[in-house]
């Protein structure tokens, strides 16, 4: 969590002015030598279901010739964000919140300005490929093998954080390759679906690497409508689109395609109630049984919380808030309610902010093949 001062969530609901400030810099070169940009339009996007997880969009205008030959992308150009708060008393709150890794920038004419976009760094492993053959066998630990990956290509220095676990990823007998000029971000991904893992890098200095969130935690953040409040609009839905009670994941790598299914029976929500809503995935990869169930259940987890949506424009942002986060939100009417945040979109100039979120369901799950 960003460390913003204690008091943050209780001044919000007071008079506070925003505070921001971009800057780039090229990694390559020493000694660090920031340039402050002065994006007149810049947001910052997060979403779950989406690699690279972070992705920021500014525009400015034109700059000279040196900035523009400095902007680069091709070459190690950083962008990053500092945001926060003066409160009331003058005091000044003030982190950085994202550091990402520039992919373009656009200058158009006659618009007379200049785009950008920067995204976290998952776009580093992407652009990766081994020379080399990378091979494991059954008795390799999963999140070993993750770090192995990640560490070859950033260092063991900097800062990988792997949820521990026992489980390995190939079939008894059999073994795994990345060939050389394989596509290392799919293969991690790939045996992070089998573990029921979710992959990213943070936006600021951390892969992570941890299990499906699936029950609610302490909320990071509360948000409410009324005077005491920060909610300026919302809306709710129930649909059935990416909702499911019954999951079925197929390892289709092998000579026999192996499967498991997971499954919520009881409850509202229930296949014994309203009848199985099934969702069906290819995975191609060699793998067990037990591995498929393992796979289904951690995808069923979230699409069991994906029936009930909300979304709330924010008159204050709260930076420090990130996907997979708990939060709690009271509407006008209803009792308040803890949800999973899926994306957030801050809207840097102007110091508000967008949230979708989407409600935990606390259910039993039941795997088979």
């Known amino acids: 969590m960003i ?77 990053f964000v500092m945001a926060g708060y003066v409160y009331a008393d003058g005091h000044t709150d ?7 890794r520039l992919l373009e920038r656009v200058v ?43 560490s070859q290509i950033v260092g063991h220095n900097y800062p ?13 007998g059999k073994t795994e390759t990345l060939p050389p000029g394989g596509d290392v971000w799919a293969q991690i991904q790939s045996i992070c679906d089998r573990i ?21 935690g302490a909320a990071t953040a509360q948000f409410r409508v009324g005077e005491r409040g920060t909610i300026v609009g919302s809306e709710a839905a129930l649909d059935r689109t990416d909702f499911a009670n019954l999951v079925v994941v197929t390892f289709t790598g092998g000579d026999v395609p192996v499967r498991g299914w997971a499954e919520v029976k009881a409850g509202a929500y229930g296949s014994t109630a309203i009848g199985r809503v099934a969702i069906a995935v290819d995975v191609d990869a060699v793998g067990t049984s037990a591995q498929a169930e393992y796979a289904a259940a951690a995808m069923l987890g979230r699409a069991i919380t994906r029936g009930r949506k909300m979304s709330l ?54 795997t088979g093949e």
């Open 196 to 216: 029921g893992y979710r992959i990213y890098h943070n936006g600021l200095d951390t892969y992570v690497a941890e299990r499906d969130r699936v029950n609610a």
């Open 313 to 366: 424009e924010v008159a204050n942002a709260t930076y420090w808030v990130r996907p997979m986060d708990t939060i709690t939100v009271q509407l006008a009417t209803g009792p308040q309610e803890r949800h999973f945040v899926s994306t957030i979109e801050f809207d840097i100039p102007t110091g508000t902010m967008n949230v979708q979120t989407r409600q935990p369901e606390n259910v039993v799950i039941t």
């Open 108 to 150: 158009r004419r006659p618009q007379g300005d200049m785009v950008i976009v920067a995204v976290s760094d998952e776009q580093r492993i992407m652009d990766y490929r081994f020379t080399t053959t990378q091979t494991w066998g059954p008795n390799d630990v999963a999140t070993d093998v993750i770090y192995s990956l990640l």
């Open 94 to 100: 003030f982190q950085k919140i994202v550091e990402l």
């Open 3 to 79: 460390p913003y001062s204690p008091r943050v969530q209780t001044d919000l609901v007071n008079s506070v002015e925003h505070k921001h400030a971009v800057w780039a810099y090229d990694a390559n070169i020493t000694p660090y030598a920031p340039v402050e940009l002065e994006l007149v339009t810049a947001t910052i996007n997060f979403d779950e279901n989406r690699a690279p997880l972070v992705v920021l969009n500014g525009s400015m205008k034109i700059p000279d010739q040196a900035l523009l030959d400095f902007l680069d992308p091709r070459r190690d150009v950083r962008i």
């Open 160 to 172: 990988i954080q792997i949820e521990p676990s026992g489980r390995t990823f190939v079939a008894a």
